[in-house]
């Protein structure tokens, strides 16, 4: 057991890798503890959760709403959940996101921690502090930033990860090493899935690898005002193709990793033959490039994107592997290459 701490708006938040779940005694007593997680992990981990009490809700971005928030609360209420708690999510992105809503809201805010049990919430989700529920279509328009006091790596959840998760996961890996870290690319050319999901080494490398950047980035810039918008690659044109056309966040976010390499190609001279890697990889990966895209839909859940000043959005391009920019791109220059792309 390795734990790194980081110190990120001035809240200490631990990393403790290569745990297992009684390490929360490390943070409260068991009876002191609430697990909030989702009915697939509540089902398969019954016994891992035993020793705490438990409130499930039913798995699936269709359920990160506020009707799920209310659900939660009404519940924490009826156990009578005091100030003096400790809430710990355990589960995916969806859990992650949603538990710590609920817990930076709940009495006002309660001190909460993650485990995360998807490689898409061990690299991303559960980092950053970045908590919310989407709205209708509309991805994670309600929701604080808050960190959460600690998360907890315990990889033997990952033993019944289906591997459709980990390829979610790698997206977000391929991402990180398309904005930071042209190393790590040129090592995830050299792989496949199946080495990191049979080579614990390799696997606990690059997770803490991807920890490492992504808190980083958020501690430089926790509100998301400019370093921590980098993040944001591929998430633009992802987050309106995926809850429209009901994909998997990472496979999302693939589709739309290679839709704005084709946009840095025109907009700043990004290199054809990095467009053509980045997509290899994705491919290498299992990962989508390509859907058949509504283009008004996509166009009118961009312009609700968080990141959008007027006619014209925040888009994050690059000009290398390894290294981003930000250009604001007018909506209807996206318009126009969703249309080029899309015939
Ligand atoms: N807050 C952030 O910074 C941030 C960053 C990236 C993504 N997200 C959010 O994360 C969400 C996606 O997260 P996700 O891909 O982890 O999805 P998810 O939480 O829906 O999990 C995917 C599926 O895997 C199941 N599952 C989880 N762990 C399992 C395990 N160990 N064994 C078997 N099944 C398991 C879940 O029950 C679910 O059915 C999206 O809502 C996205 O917006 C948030």
């Known amino acids: 057991m390795t734990t790194y701490s980081y110190n990120i708006s001035n809240q200490k938040v631990d990393c403790i890798f290569d745990a297992t779940i009684n390490q929360l005694e490390n943070y409260a007593p068991a009876n002191a503890v609430v697990i909030i997680t989702d009915h697939h992990i509540a089902a398969l981990y019954?016994?891992?959760?035993?020793?705490?009490?438990v409130i499930t809700f039913v798995a699936g971005e269709s359920n990160k709403t506020q009707s799920t928030v209310d659900q939660i609360i009404q519940q924490l209420i009826l156990m009578e959940i005091d100030r003096e708690a400790l809430i710990v999510g355990v589960g995916g992105g969806v859990v992650t996101d949603i538990v710590g809503f609920v817990a930076s809201?709940?009495?006002?805010?309660?001190?909460?921690?993650?485990?995360?049990?998807?490689?898409?919430?061990?690299?991303?989700?559960a980092i950053g502090g970045k908590n919310g529920v989407n709205v209708g279509l509309y991805k994670n328009m309600v929701g604080t930033i808050v960190q959460?006091?600690?998360?907890?790596?315990?990889?033997?959840?990952?033993?019944?990860?289906p591997e459709a998760e980990w390829r979610n996961g790698f997206a977000e890996i391929i991402k990180h090493a398309c904005i930071r870290d042209a190393e790590m690319f040129s090592n995830l050319q050299q792989h496949q899935l199946i080495d990191y999901i049979k080579d614990a080494k390799l696997l606990t490398d690059i997770i803490q690898k991807n920890v490492?950047?992504?808190?980083?980035?958020?501690?430089?810039?926790?509100?998301?005002?400019k370093e921590r918008l980098f993040l944001n690659f591929g998430h633009t044109v992802g987050h309106a193709i995926e809850n429209s056309a009901q994909l998997k966040h990472g496979y999302a976010v693939a589709i739309g990793m290679a839709f704005a390499c084709q946009l840095s190609e025109k907009i700043i001279d990004f290199n054809p033959n990095e467009t053509a890697k980045v997509i290899q990889l994705l491919k290498q990966y299992q990962l989508p490039t390509t859907a058949d895209l509504d283009v008004d839909m996509i166009i009118n859940l961009v312009q609700a994107d968080k990141k959008r000043t007027g006619k014209e959005i925040r888009f994050v391009l690059l000009s290398a592997i390894g290294d981003a920019s930000i250009q604001a791109i007018p909506i209807e220059t996206i318009r126009a290459q969703l249309i080029e792309i899309s015939s």
Not at 46 to 53: D, E, H, K, V
Not at 112 to 125: E, R, S, Y
Not at 148 to 161: A, C, G, K, R
């Open 105 to 125: 809201i709940y009495k006002r805010g309660l001190r909460f921690g993650f485990i995360p049990t998807t490689i898409l919430a061990m690299v991303d989700a």
């Open 212 to 225: 490492a950047i992504k808190l980083e980035i958020v501690a430089q810039d926790t509100l998301e005002k």
């Open 46 to 53: 019954s016994q891992q959760l035993s020793a705490y009490r």
């Open 148 to 161: 959460p006091s600690f998360i907890l790596f315990d990889y033997t959840f990952l033993q019944t990860l």
